[in-house]
């Protein structure tokens, strides 16, 4: 009996902690993506996507070649004219997977109106590269409906320099002329709805 009481508080206190749990660390990533002290801390979690100050998206990130899971090379360059979603996630990242059906909702929503997720796989909590088989299987078992790729650490290390954060998930919004209008970091109920906020207010432009 008590040996049952005590797995019953082990598992309240654990379920507490993942709830409150909004962003995974990656000390790789964090540690190769150099952040430049100097750039501006480009987010707030802000929903106003036509006064938000924000420049066009980095050269070093549109212009930067994606490999694909399939093995296909794509650049976020050549999807300008689509409101682009870029998420950085990682299979082992508790609230990244937390918000992927909202992101498939989304996906779903608007895809008929130039919207376009791309998720970008950051690799393992080690920071090495995610087996592609890995990734297509867990991309099956949750049904995702974007496009997945990998987000390399000089990418990843781009990503970081905007946020100034090593942490996962990010989330950047991008419109159809290439600029960056909302950068949303960490997971959450509070984080995705803002997301969806400005998504729809973008998409409505």
């Known amino acids: 009996m008590k040996s049952l009481f005590k797995n019953a508080i082990l598992f309240i206190a654990l379920s507490i902690a993942l709830s409150n749990f909004t962003a995974c660390s990656n000390t790789t990533s964090t540690q ?19 006064n938000s100050g924000y420049p066009n998206a980095p050269a070093e990130i549109m212009q930067s070649e994606i490999k694909d899971v399939d093995g296909n090379a794509f650049k976020l360059e050549d999807k300008k004219g689509k409101v682009i979603l870029v998420n950085l996630w990682a299979i082992w990242c508790v609230p990244c997977i937390a918000e992927m059906p909202h992101l498939v909702e989304m996906q779903e ?15 393992d909590d080690e920071g090495r590269h995610e087996p592609e088989e890995n990734v297509k299987a867990f991309a099956e078992k949750m049904n995702l409906n974007y496009q997945l790729g990998y987000a390399d650490d000089k990418l990843t290390g ?17 419109n159809r002329e290439g600029k960056l209008i909302n950068v949303f970091q960490g997971g959450g109920s509070r984080i995705v709805n803002q997301m969806k906020e400005a998504v729809e207010k973008v998409m409505n432009e």
């Open 32 to 50: 190769n993506g150099s952040i430049d002290e100097t750039a501006p801390l480009a987010s707030n979690n802000s929903t106003d996507t036509k």
């Open 158 to 174: 781009e990503f970081n320099k905007i946020t100034r954060m090593g942490g996962i998930p990010q989330s950047f919004l991008i």
């Open 109 to 123: 929503k608007y895809r008929n109106k130039g919207f376009e997720i791309v998720g970008l796989n950051i690799g």
